[in-house]
């Protein structure tokens, strides 16, 4: 599966951006899907997450409510809406797919295929 993660940039606290990854390759509605992001000097730490359908969702606690992940399988595309940006959310963000359960979400290595990340930048 390939990934092309978009819709990073810069934008101003309390903004918004909304961020795309287009698979290709393999049928996209087999696979769950996630977010994660890196900061610079951090490890890569898990956003969101989606069921093949998208009718499970999981976040980590600090973008609850802000964010909102995704899934459009007729076009092979997973979305990260961001709301209420914070400047701690500036980071590289990934995209990832792969087949882990529910309760492994949350572990980098649990995700088969990456996309290449996107940069956003929240000023403040």
């Known amino acids: 599966v390939q990934l092309q993660a978009s819709g990073g940039g810069l934008v101003q606290a309390g903004g918004s951006l909304r961020l795309s990854c287009a698979a290709s390759?393999?049928?996209?509605?087999?696979?769950?899907v996630a977010w994660f992001r890196q900061a610079p000097g951090k490890e890569r730490e898990f956003v969101a997450a989606?069921?093949?359908?998208?009718?499970?969702?999981s976040y980590r606690d600090s973008v609850k409510g802000r964010f909102t992940i995704s899934r459009d399988n007729a076009k092979d595309t997973v979305y990260l809406q961001m709301n209420s940006l914070k400047p701690e959310d500036t980071a590289v963000y990934y995209c990832?797919?792969?087949?882990?359960?529910?309760?492994?979400?949350?572990?980098?290595?649990?995700?088969?295929?990456w996309g290449q990340g996107t940069q956003v930048t929240v000023s403040s």
């Open positions: 989606a069921s093949n359908n998208g009718g499970s969702r």
């Open positions: 990832a797919v792969g087949r882990a359960v529910f309760s492994a979400w949350s572990e980098r290595r649990s995700w088969l295929y």
């Open positions: 390759g393999e049928t996209f509605s087999n696979y769950r």
